[in-house]
């Protein structure tokens, strides 16, 4: 009766005793590097910061070629490094890899080798190029927006730049299935391209899931209806974030990282999570090349965040 009783008490602490709290964290979004030779001195950059790039870093597409941006982030990061890719318009363009491997292939094969069973796979069709993932208390859905929908061998890079019906569905179903508080999708081209936020100046505006509004409206409403606090892109090579009017999804344009001629157009975006709230520090080297700072800073709490 007695052992009975203790059993009974255990049971009831487990039952309302709180879960303990994961583990902030944090990760490094650096896109459109396209192999130039500074973006390690960018990675150089990231390094240093204090906290550096956190648990992984995803690049928000045209990362080609593919073999050395591998090699630049294994050379600061080490091979152990996690590396999440994005496809870009370059990739899904089959640029040739430094190999003579397309991009496209190079992407399914690291997928296989480093990120199969640590990702939930994407829809038939694209399952290696489109996925997703837990980090701490955050869901990341990173989609190929040139995915055309079908399944027969490579269809995942016959497609424009749009969000089509299927991965709006397959994107629907992985964010219902997350009972994390905080939502990120992420993918190559904007919703909404916007000018730069420090230097006003413009790119790739037409040139976007603008093309399809239709597609682009029905993905935002999955966004919308599914309390996604953020998405992440690149393409136009300007920093911006943009809140749409009436919307409570920010989307937040990564620009690029290549420390080339235009280094003022630079920025990395650092993402910090837990429980109570969600960051983006972007950095940017506005004043002097390769001297990168701090310049904007969104943070949402959970009064802020869309519904969960």
């Given at each position: 009766m007695y052992?009975?009783?203790?059993?009974?008490?255990?049971?009831?602490?487990?039952?309302?005793?709180?879960?303990?709290?994961?583990?902030?964290?944090?990760?490094?979004?650096?896109s459109d590097?396209?192999?130039?030779?500074?973006?390690?001195?960018?990675?150089?950059?990231?390094?240093?910061i204090p906290g550096g790039p956190g648990q992984f870093l995803i690049t928000a597409g045209d990362m080609d070629p593919l073999p050395t941006t591998q090699s630049q982030l294994d050379s600061v990061?080490?091979?152990?490094?996690?590396?999440?890719?994005?496809?870009?318009?370059h990739e899904a363009a089959l640029h040739k890899s430094l190999k003579g491997v397309d991009d496209m292939t190079y992407l399914r094969?690291?997928?296989?080798?480093?990120?199969?069973?640590?990702?939930?796979?994407?829809?038939?069709?694209?399952r290696e190029t489109t996925y997703s993932f837990d980090a701490g208390e955050m869901h990341i859905a990173i989609i190929n927006q040139?995915?055309?929908?079908?399944?027969?061998?490579?269809?995942?890079r016959k497609g424009v730049g749009s969000v089509v019906a299927p991965l709006r569905e397959w994107l629907k179903a992985d964010l219902q299935g997350s009972r994390k508080p905080w939502k990120l999708v992420v993918a190559h081209e904007p919703a909404f391209p916007q000018p730069d936020r420090d230097w006003a100046v413009e790119r790739h505006g037409e040139d976007a899931l603008t093309l399809d509004p239709k597609a682009r409206d029905a993905f935002w409403a999955v966004l919308e209806e599914q309390g996604v606090a953020a998405y992440i892109c690149a393409h136009t090579h300007r920093y911006s974030r943009y809140q749409p009017p009436g919307s409570?999804?920010?989307?937040?344009?990564?620009?690029?990282?290549?420390?080339?001629?235009?280094?003022?157009?630079?920025?990395?975006?650092?993402?910090t999570v837990d429980e109570k709230s969600l960051e983006f520090n972007t950095y940017r080297n506005l004043k002097e090349a390769g001297k990168f700072e701090v310049t904007?800073?969104?943070?949402?709490?959970?009064?802020?965040a869309p519904p969960r």
């Open positions: 052992r009975r009783f203790l059993l009974i008490l255990l049971w009831l602490w487990l039952a309302v005793a709180p879960a303990a709290a994961a583990e902030p964290a944090r990760f490094c979004v650096a590097t396209r192999g130039r030779v500074g973006f390690v001195r960018i990675l150089e950059q990231i390094a240093q990061f080490g091979k152990a490094f996690l590396w999440y890719p994005v496809v870009g318009n094969d690291l997928y296989n080798k480093q990120l199969k069973g640590k990702v939930n796979p994407g829809p038939e069709g694209a040139y995915w055309n929908g079908k399944t027969a061998p490579g269809s995942d409570k999804v920010w989307q937040i344009d990564t620009a690029q990282a290549r420390a080339t001629s235009d280094w003022k157009y630079d920025a990395f975006v650092i993402v904007d800073v969104l943070k949402l709490t959970p009064a802020k």
